[in-house]
């Protein structure tokens, strides 16, 4: 399991969330955003345990519904 962390956090220093992904996170969309996901983890992989990641590219993109 994969947990999305703000990239703004002062514990994370991994650049932004790309834009095309940030446009879609509205509550017209739910916050909900479907498609491939490049994601570059920023904590150590545990076993049971979920790891966190920040998005650093997206492709084929859908946006979800309220």
């Given at each position: 399991?994969?947990?999305?962390?703000?990239?703004?956090?002062?514990?994370?220093?991994?650049?932004?969330?790309?834009?095309?992904?940030?446009?879609?996170?509205?509550?017209e969309?739910?916050?909900?955003?479907?498609?491939?996901?490049?994601?570059?983890?920023?904590?150590?992989?545990?076993?049971?345990?979920?790891?966190?990641?920040?998005?650093?590219?997206?492709?084929?993109?859908?946006?979800?519904?309220?």
């Open positions: 399991m994969l947990g999305v962390v703000n990239p703004g956090h002062p514990d994370v220093d991994a650049g932004k969330m790309p834009d095309k992904v940030l446009n879609l996170l509205t509550p969309h739910a916050f909900t955003v479907w498609g491939d996901f490049y994601v570059c983890p920023v904590t150590p992989e545990r076993a049971g345990w979920m790891r966190f990641v920040v998005v650093k590219d997206a492709r084929r993109l859908i946006p979800g519904h309220s």
